[in-house]
């Protein structure tokens, strides 16, 4: 009997589940139907997944870059354009660089850059564009070689691919007609499947029949800024054109035409250029296989005019012609790189087909990936119920852990790719459909975890302490912060114009703004203290330009102070009563302090403590004392050097020993390159620096010299302060032993 009493148990156990169990295998069938039908239409979140997925391999394992380089880049690069000016270029500059080239033994040449206007420089404009050149001048500059004219003898000389543009929309008066490359089509029409384009952006006339090839050279990012995928060939209103880098094989392995090869219903397979068979996915596309940046493989352009290239750098190389300037705003992001110059993906993608290392996902991929997740799906539905959700927890990582590995393999041994990642979803996503019970009474003691921290801390950091407890010690911990004060000027005389219920109103409109402003650069709002608020960066959460964030932050709440000014003066208005704005103080200072819960057992308070605390206090105090709204101490600025600020003094506050160089923060980083401040603050360091030497005539003068040329900043409350102690020390100096600090008396 005893040994019948367990499979009569187990027996027991499936009948009881019987009726529960066909409910919840036909929803969850039904479900995983319905997912597979979506899989099958690859919505832009599947496809985001497979790329995440096909990134994720390639930045584990990228291309090596081949050692003998194949293909060379002459960099128009920020040092070449410093040299010899900027882009464009005179195309006699153009003609002198590929000519250096082809000394160089280049087997070919290929522009990533345009020349769709005749070149202003050529002797016969300049002749135009300046009427009033006497006969003698005029002539001679008729006599000269026409630039254009150079460049097209220059490309003559060496196989030449120019770059060409697609676009779509109205056609600019720049496009034009012309001739093609020769294309061999095999199978179906590929047309339906390439990518289109309604017009093509050409060179001049002048410059086209000298080169040996041409191919368009547009790279499109995804949905996340990322090249993964560029077309070899595309269907320019009807007519085939190719890839620049696929038109420089093509020349560079004397080919007449072009194979593309499309299997009916299916799509483009391969694309041929002899001896290589290329494969594409059905759109002619071929998959990036990134590999990190190669500075080696670049050349500066001025360093090819001027011969100072090493011998046999350029021999035999294929040669492409672009720019790494950031100004030229040719950057892209690959799997591997996250800012590459888009003439290296040229280079890449060459270099993928010289050495076989292509990327290739099979026109039967889905199909596999379908099959992949029924079955994982189907193992899911079946024994989740028969064994328990702890136990089939094995199985779906077992699961997912082949899914993964043998995508791996294949990406691994093959350059195949193969998404993981969908049929693991679905694996999951059926897995917690069936074991429901188990998932909602654990998000049930979730909920109850919640509640119970939410009444003493703000939910960010309830979520904080779910992932982590340990996160929100008592003791706190010890971290690099940055820490703001801002505090209403003159609210007692304000409040007198407001009842109670008004002067509430006043402040709730007051603080609102500017706590929006704090959370929308990642501050934390601390506390509030009547009309004044503290808050500080890089606490809970990470904030590597927590300094940069902060200073943002005080401009911004500056500007909206200004709104809501002019809020309050119309409502004033309108209801005929005595109008005051508002003005803050602002003190941000930047160092260690220490940050965490600083409540009691009872009572959670995060907040933070330190002497980077009470100087920015005291910072936000001094603003009034300087007439500026916002003083930062020397740390802040140091972290945040692009903000425009100017130095206010070298003062100690009230209750520190130690001096601290203070300053006012005037602007965002634009207004720092503008030549109104950069003219001030040559003046303003002047002043201080006279000052501070006890040269009292000379920074009186450098005084006066700065009301003249401030920009508009409304610094005369801190020129009337130096104007008033520069006549006090002049009447009474300090002595030899002065060091230049000012002793703040006042918070």
Not at 370 to 375: D, G, W
Not at 523 to 528: A, H, N, S, V
Not at 684 to 713: N, S
Request: glycine share 8%; net charge negative; aromatic share 6%.
């Amino acid at each position: 009997m005893g040994g019948d009493t367990e499979p009569k148990r187990i027996w027991g156990r499936i009948a009881r589940w019987r009726p529960r169990l066909g409910a919840a295998r036909l929803v969850a069938l039904t479900v995983l139907l319905v997912l597979a039908a979506i899989q099958a239409q690859s919505p832009v979140f599947i496809e985001i997944l497979r790329a995440r997925a096909f990134d994720f391999y390639q930045r584990l394992k990228p291309r090596e870059n081949p050692p003998e380089r194949p293909v060379m880049i002459v960099d128009i690069d920020e040092a070449s354009i410093a040299r010899l000016g900027q882009w464009p270029w005179p195309r006699n500059l153009i003609a002198g660089l590929v000519e250096k080239i082809a000394e160089g033994g280049a087997a070919a040449v290929g522009f990533d850059v345009m020349f769709p206007e005749a070149d202003r420089t050529s002797p016969a404009k300049l002749a135009e564009t300046l009427p009033n050149l006497d006969g003698e001048t005029r002539d001679r500059l008729l006599a000269l070689p026409d630039n254009d004219r150079r460049l097209a003898e220059a490309l003559a000389a060496i196989p030449t691919i120019l770059g060409q543009s697609m676009g779509t929309g109205a056609r600019p008066a720049t496009a034009r007609d012309g001739p093609g490359t020769s294309f061999a089509e095999l199978g179906a029409d590929p047309r339906p499947w390439l990518a289109r384009s309604s017009w093509l952006l050409r060179n001049i006339p002048v410059l086209e029949p000298t080169a040996a090839g041409r191919g368009i050279f547009n790279v499109e990012p995804e949905y996340d800024g990322i090249v993964r995928r560029v077309p070899a060939v595309i269907a320019v209103d009807g007519v085939l054109h190719p890839s620049l880098s696929l038109e420089m094989l093509r020349v560079a392995t004397g080919n007449s035409t072009i194979g593309i090869r499309t299997v009916p219903g299916q799509g483009v397979e391969e694309v041929i250029i002899r001896p290589a068979r290329i494969r594409t996915d059905a759109g002619a596309r071929l998959w990036i296989y990134a590999a990190p940046h190669d500075p080696a493989r670049y050349v500066p352009a001025a360093a090819v005019l001027a011969g100072d290239v090493e011998p046999g750098q350029l021999a035999g190389k294929l040669v492409l012609i672009g720019t790494s300037a950031a100004g030229l705003l040719d950057i892209r992001s690959t799997a591997v790189e996250r800012l590459i110059p888009g003439v290296e993906l040229h280079a890449q993608i060459i270099e993928t087909i010289l050495t076989d290392t292509q990327l290739t996902r099979p026109s039967d991929a889905l199909g596999v990936e379908l099959v992949a997740s029924l079955v994982a799906g189907l193992a899911m539905i079946v024994l989740v119920p028969l064994v328990g959700a702890r136990w089939t927890l094995g199985v779906l990582i077992a699961t997912i852990a082949t899914l993964v590995g043998g995508a791996w393999y294949f990406f691994d041994l093959a350059r195949t790719l193969y998404d993981p990642v969908t049929p693991a979803l679905v694996a999951f996503l059926i897995y917690v459909m069936v074991s429901y019970a188990t998932h909602a009474r654990e998000e049930a003691q979730r909920r109850m975890i919640r509640g119970a921290f939410t009444r003493y801390m703000s939910p960010s950091l309830v979520e904080q302490l779910a992932e982590d407890p340990s996160r929100l010690r008592l003791g706190g911990e010890m971290r690099q912060m940055t820490i703001l004060f801002c505090d209403v000027r003159g609210f007692t005389t304000i409040s007198e114009l407001y009842d109670a219920e008004g002067l509430t109103r006043l402040i709730n409109r007051f603080l609102t703004p500017m706590t929006d402003v704090i959370l929308e650069r990642r501050g934390t709002i601390d506390k509030y203290m009547g009309d004044c608020i503290m808050a500080f960066w890089n606490a809970p959460l990470d904030d590597p330009r927590h300094a940069t964030n902060a200073c943002a932050a005080a401009l911004a709440m500056r500007a909206r102070l200004g709104l809501l000014n002019e809020e309050l003066r119309l409502e004033a208005e309108r209801e005929q009563r005595p109008f005051r704005p508002l003005a803050i103080g602002i003190g941000l200072n930047t160092g260690p302090a220490c940050v965490g819960n600083m409540g009691s057992d009872q009572r959670f308070d995060y907040s933070v403590l330190g002497d980077t605390v009470n100087l920015a206090s005291r910072l936000e105090g001094q603003s009034k004392t300087y007439g500026v709204t916002t003083v930062i101490g020397e740390p802040t600025l140091a972290e945040a050097p692009e903000f425009a600020a100017l130095e206010l003094d070298l003062i100690k506050v009230k209750g520190k020993t130690e001096a601290v160089r203070i300053h006012a923060l005037l602007g965002e980083p634009e207004m720092t390159a503008s030549p109104g401040f950069r003219s001030l603050a040559e003046v303003h360091e002047d002043m201080l620096a006279a000052y501070r030497a006890q040269d009292w005539e000379t920074a009186q003068a450098l005084v006066a010299r700065c009301r003249t040329i401030d920009p508009g900043l409304g610094l005369a409350t801190l020129y009337d302060l130096y104007d008033r102690r520069i006549a006090q020390y002049a009447s009474m100096p300090p002595g030899p032993a002065w060091d230049g600090v000012f002793e703040a008396t006042s918070k």
